[in-house]
T-cell receptor, first 118, second 118 residues
Framework: AQTVTQSQPEMSVQEAETVTLSCTYD???????LFWYKQPPSRQMILVIR??????QNATENRFSVNFQKAAKSFSLKISDSQLGDAAMYFC???????????????FGKGTKLTVNP | GAVVSQHPSRVICKSGTSVKIECRSL??????MFWYRQFPKQSLMLMAT?????????EQGVEKDKFLINHASLTLSTLTVTSAHPEDSSFYIC??????????????FGPGTRLTVL
């Protein structure tokens, strides 16, 4: 079974600075998807960024980028120019590439609480 | 695109009563939906996979008779908490794999339902 580990329960960053959230995973599959979701105090889960494992290029979405190291099974999230609105819980998630048999379900890490200091 | 709604957003009920939570995919069809439970300051725990036109698949340890799931159409799944007790108080979230934009591999989440059982 796949597992996702977020080793940083809490992180803090100064506004306008850069912060990196760590995520490692364990799988025997070669094709899969990785995601970072953000959960602000409203508790609405918001997709931040996604990465297909077959793509070597790291995904980027505006101020958010990932460092995907497939061999090391590492998927860290970098937030540049941090803003107060970035304060939230961040969850790393894994999804099998398969489209059947319940494999569409996400496996979540325990989350990292990010605080942004003004 | 890929909007998921939940109703109600909050519900308070007396112990022993049943509560129904609806999850709708507003702008896409979802043959599969997922139901999660989240305790304060914890990650999402998958409860079950809801399949349109067939029985739901429950995760180990989740009581099928306690948490009834019905996926009667391609846009609606319901979770009924039967004979609710205070320990069922939690935040319940649904999600669906989005098909909008071809991204069936990405799950989109509803805003969640906070259930309080007195």
């Amino acid at each position: 079974a796949q597992t996702v580990t977020q080793s940083q329960p809490e992180m803090s960053v100064q506004e306008a600075e850069t912060v990196t959230l760590s995520c490692t995973y364990d799988t025997s599959e070669s094709d899969y998807y990785l995601f970072w979701y953000k959960q602000p105090p409203s508790r609405q889960m918001i997709l931040v960024i996604r990465q297909e494992a077959y793509k070597q290029q790291n995904a980027t979405e505006n101020r958010f980028s990932v460092n995907f190291q497939k061999a090391a099974k590492s998927f860290s999230l970098k937030i540049s120019d941090s803003q107060l609105g970035d304060a939230a819980m961040y969850f790393c998630a894994y999804r099998s590439e398969l489209f059947q048999g319940g494999s569409e379900k996400l496996v979540f890490g325990k989350g990292t609480k990010l605080t942004v200091n003004p | 695109g890929a909007v998921v709604s939940q109703h109600p957003s909050r519900v308070i009920c007396k112990s022993g009563t049943s509560v129904k939570i609806e999850c709708r995919s507003l702008d896409f069809q979802a043959t599969t939906m997922f139901w999660y439970r989240q305790f304060p300051k914890q990650s999402l725990m998958l409860m079950a996979t809801s399949n349109e036109g067939s029985k739901a698949t429950y995760e180990q340890g989740v009581e099928k008779d306690k948490f009834l799931i019905n996926h009667a159409s391609l846009t609606l799944s319901t979770l009924t908490v039967t004979s609710a007790h205070p320990e069922d108080s939690s935040f319940y979230i649904c999600s669906a794999p989005g098909l909008a934009g071809g991204r069936g591999d990405t799950q989109y989440f509803g805003p969640g339902t906070r259930l309080t059982v007195l």
